[in-house]
């Protein structure tokens, strides 16, 4: 397969991204990612950060109160980040490498969002 007829990060990443700062609430996070219908979102720091569901669910188990606990308590800093034009395999390997499985998609500045449930559905 040449690389006209691959599939490029910017045809299936979520977009517009969405964010949050880091002083937001777990809950207030928790809250954003049930209405986007997303997993994860963009920290707006620099460099920037993310937040996961999975980062909210280990915060709940170990007891924490979500409305007392801020974003920047649980989140994961210095996120790679991966360009629009990138093959969907190329982010399936470094998904794998790092054990990650959300990627902000970077051009000059945040322009969307890939998982790893994006590229199963289009690698499946």
Known sequence: MDRDTRIEVKEVMSSPL???SSGATV?????RMREKDINALVVTTQPPSIVT???VLDAVAAGRDPGDVTVADV???SVETVPPDLLLEEV???MTTFGIKHLPVAEDDYI???SSTDIAAQLG
């Open 53 to 55: 569901s999975t980062d």
């Open 112 to 114: 969307g969002m890939i």
């Open 27 to 31: 809950e207030e996070a928790t809250k």
């Open 18 to 20: 969405e964010t949050i």
């Open 92 to 94: 399936a390997a470094m």
């Open 75 to 77: 989140m994961t800093e």
